[in-house]
Each structure stands twice: as C-alpha cells, then as structure tokens.
C-alpha cells in the first residue's frame, strides 16, 4: 500500500468495530466472494459499500473520500484497478484497522491512502490533471465540506464516470443540500439502495 501523510499506529480505542472476525471467508449480499484468507469484514454487509462495490467496475480507478476502517476500500479496491482513498482516521483512530484490512485482503498494491484531509489532497489531485472513474464520497458530512468534496469530484470523474454520495438522508441534513446545489447542470441522478446519491459525472 502506498501511504500519503505519514504513517502511525495508535492503540485501539473502546467502542472500535472489530478488525478480525477470524471467518474463513464471506460472500457480500452483492455475490462476490472474499478471499478465504482474510476475515469477513463488519461493514461487508453494509448497504451503501456494497452499492459502491457494484458502481466500482471491474479495472475501474476509483477515488474514495472517508473510509474509516477501509469496509468500502477493501469492497472496491477487489474489483478496481486503482484505488485513492482520502481520510485522517482522526475521529475513531481507524488507521491501523484500515491499513490491517488492506493488507489482509492482499490490496497494499491497488490502493493509495493518504491519511489527510481531503482538501488538502483533491486541489494537488486536479492540478495533476488525475481522473477517476468512479468518486465514493463518505467524508465529513458538514455541508461545506460535502459540497466542497462533491465539487471537486465533479473535476476529477472523467465524462461518463460516476460519483456516489453517502448518507443522502434527512439524518444529514448538509450531505443533501449539498447534493442539491451540485445537481444544478447535471442531467439526472438517483437514490440507489440505502441513503446512496449517483450523480452522473
């Protein structure tokens, strides 16, 4: 795995999700099969990564802002060529779960994480001229920052690709209006499985 902003492994907090499960193997409620070798993951049978797993096509590069303990990462990075995953793991001290789950699942060479914010990462990623298939957007859910990450999203995304947003719910109040505003240009978009938006890039 390359690692972008350091890395650190802190000590494990209470009320974390477990890491290792210690299962041979899982199947996701999308079919695929996961390795035997690695644990079933907690988040495996969470709607919205599944979904995200199904809009990551196979030898797609996806850009993935918000991970936590890498359920999605791992879910994608097993079908996409590449992957970028943007987050600081500073709310939940998530790093060493996540980088244990990419190791496990043998994913140290598709993915990229950069332990940061993801404004301090997408301006040097558009001014690279990089782009992504597919964005997967689970970062802060504050309306200026989802905004700011679904803009840069629409920079970012090649024609044609997809951008899914997390959370579109009234719960997240800020996640929707977000959506909203981006809509404006945009030819169509929809609610696909739990609280997921896919908004055309």
Request: charged share 15%; hydrophobic share 50%.
């Given at each position: 795995?390359?690692?972008?902003?350091?890395?650190?492994?802190?000590?494990?907090?209470?009320?974390?999700?477990?890491?290792?499960?210690?299962?041979?193997?899982?199947?996701?409620?999308?079919?695929?099969?996961?390795?035997?070798?690695?644990?079933?993951?907690?988040?495996?049978?969470?709607?919205?990564?599944?979904?995200?797993r199904r809009l990551a096509a196979p030898g797609?590069?996806?850009?993935?802002?918000?991970?936590?303990?890498?359920?999605?990462?791992?879910?994608?990075?097993?079908?996409?060529?590449?992957?970028?995953?943007?987050?600081?793991?500073?709310?939940?001290?998530?790093?060493?779960?996540?980088?244990?789950?990419?190791?496990?699942?043998?994913?140290?060479?598709?993915?990229?994480?950069?332990?940061?914010?993801?404004?301090?990462?997408?301006?040097?990623?558009?001014?690279?001229?990089?782009?992504?298939?597919?964005?997967?957007?689970?970062?802060?859910?504050?309306?200026?920052?989802?905004?700011?990450?679904?803009?840069?999203?629409?920079?970012?995304?090649?024609?044609?690709?997809?951008?899914?947003?997390?959370?579109?719910?009234?719960?997240?109040?800020?996640?929707?209006?977000?959506?909203?505003?981006?809509?404006?240009?945009?030819?169509?978009?929809?609610?696909?499985?739990?609280y997921l938006a896919v908004l055309p890039a």
């Amino acid at each position: 795995m390359t690692i972008a902003g350091g890395q650190s492994f802190g000590p494990r907090r209470a009320g974390d999700p477990p890491d290792n499960l210690g299962s041979a193997g899982a199947r996701s409620s999308g079919g695929a099969m996961l390795p035997a070798a690695g644990p079933a993951l907690p988040g495996l049978f969470n709607a919205p990564a599944v979904a995200a797993r199904r809009l990551a096509a196979p030898g797609a590069r996806v850009l993935e802002i918000g991970t936590a303990w890498g359920f999605s990462a791992v879910l994608m990075g097993l079908v996409a060529r590449s992957l970028v995953s943007i987050d600081p793991h500073d709310v939940w001290d998530t790093w060493p779960a996540f980088t244990a789950n990419i190791k496990r699942y043998g994913l140290e060479r598709v993915v990229t994480a950069y332990r940061m914010r993801s404004e301090d990462v997408l301006p040097a990623l558009i001014a690279a001229g990089e782009t992504f298939d597919f964005a997967f957007v689970d970062g802060d859910h504050a309306e200026a920052s989802a905004e700011y990450d679904i803009g840069a999203c629409l920079q970012l995304v090649r024609a044609g690709g997809l951008i899914g947003v997390h959370d579109y719910s009234q719960r997240w109040g800020g996640v929707v209006a977000a959506v909203k505003r981006q809509l404006a240009g945009l030819p169509a978009w929809r609610i696909q499985d739990l609280y997921l938006a896919v908004l055309p890039a």
